[in-house]
């Protein structure tokens, strides 16, 4: 920031108490409530009433149009825990987190790091590389299912070629999770590319400089400038992928339809289907409570431990 | 030079193999059944045969159309929301307003789908089933849309400000013809993030959507799909190059765009 004063900061220092009537005392109060109605409105109706009548909703059994019958408690979670079908759910959840994170932020690292190079034409790859952002979930895995598609598909056509049997992508358990995982990676690398190259060109080219006069090395460099100095973007983004890891839906949807025999039942899938295909919006709620419950927790250990090891400019 | 050229190979394999799903997808669009069934990756001869049969066997058409009005309207609804919000918390003091703001930076915090049974029947109780409503008015209020905007909005130069009170602006006069115009850029880039965002959105619509009035292109493609699954992938390959074609470009256009802006948004 070059500019000493914004406006912001200005209107801070020269707020002094005054004599103005109650009328004029309170127009930034009106003038605030009405720029924020809308927002608070949007906020109250669609985000915290239903959070809290999910909460209420996870206590209840429910009839078939969703209104609450009886008070249960806790029933519907022990319920939930009591299910195998739930129980594989978190653990199919865990482990598509586990394929997903590490890979989509290393990938997506890698190719942040190659398009960060000045040279000719590196716009182009800039672009190419950002491409999956603009792919949305349905023709990704609209275009994936084709490609894994066992007598068509290319992939087993490409592994063919190279004299490796044909694998069952999507009808094996093991590899119909690993095939959504891939799926899932390459839809994710578009947003967390950009936002990594972006947090690569915020560093300071100084640093390089003196570094290279110094005569370190490219990997020297890597580890003692790059990493440290982008580390607040990249906590930025393995949170990112985490969340989004778990709020996966529409490639089990169209991949696999969380089979075969649930292996790829993960977690929004399955109050997707607890919800509306069984209508049961008791356990449904429940397990929409503790996926939130999840993602909180989550974001707060990231808080928490990340940002000991982060460092900020 | 050696290191030029070690970087030019990765770049352009990395190229490949991301860009191959989206070469593909096109590629095969334009195959005739037999190219497909050869597993071919370029067409012997391109056809257009896909991009006809695709118009007259679905409504694809009217679904892109449903897509435009959704994105169109979520966007500058976002807009217009987020930049009200974002001018109060850069220009207009009041004590609480650091309460109003961590309520916002709360809302970052629920995941969307642990709120959708409830959105559900909401939707179903205002009778907006079925209606462009349902799609767009959820999301109007973003609270990542408000702090990218006040970020920018913070930086207005005093001297603007002065000259608005010089002028004797309101402070909705100092709003729309101050900062709405100084903070273009950050506009286009919420824009931009906006459109692709709702153009993509899959679980929303095929939960408040039952027939085609109002279907948005996304669930077009899932429908698609599960119809001429295993009789006709260049059909549904051209559909799906019709769903990705606006994105892409928009995309294309706006990605350095894009990128400062987030960039900006998530890390200072």
């Known amino acids: ?313 | 030079m050696m290191r030029k050229s070690i970087m030019y190979t990765l770049l352009t394999l990395a190229a490949i193999v991301m860009f191959f799903p989206i070469f593909y997808a096109i590629s095969v669009s334009f195959m005739s059944t037999s190219d497909i069934a050869e597993r071919r990756v370029l067409p012997s001869a391109v056809t257009l045969e896909n991009y006809r049969n695709v118009m007259t066997s679905v409504p694809i058409l009217h679904y892109l159309r449903n897509s435009f009005v959704v994105a169109s309207i979520t966007t500058l609804g976002m807009l217009v929301v987020s930049a009200l919000a974002a001018f109060i918390f850069a220009f207009v003091p009041f004590r609480g307003r650091q309460a109003v703001f961590l309520l916002f930076i709360s809302t970052l915090l629920i995941p969307w789908e642990a709120t959708m049974i409830p959105n559900f029947f909401t939707i179903q109780s205002l009778g907006w089933m079925n209606n462009y409503l349902a799609m767009t008015v959820p999301f109007f209020a973003l609270a990542f849309g408000t702090f990218l905007l006040r970020q920018h909005f913070k930086t207005v130069p005093l001297e603007l400000y002065e000259a608005a009170q010089v002028e004797g602006l309101s402070k909705f006069q100092f709003f729309y013809k101050v900062v709405v115009p100084y903070a273009k850029t950050s506009f286009v880039t919420l824009g931009i993030y906006g459109f692709l965002t709702t153009w993509n959105m899959y679980l929303w619509p095929l939960l408040v959507t039952t027939n085609d009035s109002v279907r948005t292109v996304q669930i077009g493609l899932r429908r698609l799909q599960a119809d001429e699954v295993a009789t006709n992938w260049g059909l549904v390959m051209a559909g799906a190059v019709l769903v990705i074609l606006p994105t892409l470009l928009l995309l294309a256009v706006g990605q350095k765009q894009l990128q400062k802006g987030l960039t900006k948004g998530a890390i200072k």
């Open chain 1, 1 to 313: 920031m070059h500019r000493s004063k914004t406006v912001a900061e200005t209107i801070k220092q020269y707020r002094v108490p005054s004599t103005r009537t109650f009328w004029q005392k309170t127009a930034n109060y009106r003038t605030a409530a009405l720029y924020l109605l809308p927002s608070l409105l949007l906020f109250s109706v669609f985000m915290f009433y239903p959070m809290i009548y999910s909460l209420y909703l996870s206590f209840f059994f429910t009839d078939a149009q969703g209104s609450a019958t009886t008070f249960v408690g806790f029933e519907n979670y022990l319920y939930l825990f009591q299910q195998a079908s739930f129980r594989n759910s978190l653990l199919v959840t865990l482990l598509f987190v586990a394929y997903t994170v590490p890979a989509s932020v290393i990938l997506a690292l890698f190719l942040a790091l190659i398009a960060n190079e000045k040279l000719r034409g590196i716009g182009f790859f800039r672009t190419i590389f950002a491409s999956t952002l603009g792919m949305s979930v349905a023709a990704s895995a609209v275009i994936w299912l084709f490609m894994f598609h066992p007598t068509t598909g290319i992939l087993n056509a490409a592994l063919g070629l190279i004299g490796i049997p044909a694998v069952s992508w999507l009808t094996n358990s093991t590899m119909a999770l690993i095939s959504v995982s891939i799926t899932t990676i390459w839809m994710n690398t578009g947003f967390s590319f950009l936002i990594l190259l972006g947090g690569l060109q915020n560093i300071d080219e100084h640093l390089y400089e003196s570094a290279r006069i110094d005569g370190a090395g490219y990997f020297y460099q890597l580890r003692r400038i790059t990493v440290p100095m982008l580390s607040p973007t990249l906590f930025f983004i393995i949170t990112i992928t985490f969340i989004n890891s778990f709020q996966s839906f529409g490639q089990v949807d169209i991949l696999t339809g969380g089979g075969p025999a649930e292996a790829t039942n993960l977690i929004i899938y399955s109050i997707y289907r607890e919800a509306f295909i069984y209508y049961q919006f008791g356990p449904a709620s429940a397990q929409a409570i503790l996926l939130f419950l999840a993602v909180l927790v989550i974001t707060l250990l990231q808080f928490k431990f990340g940002e000991k090891k982060v460092h900020y400019q």
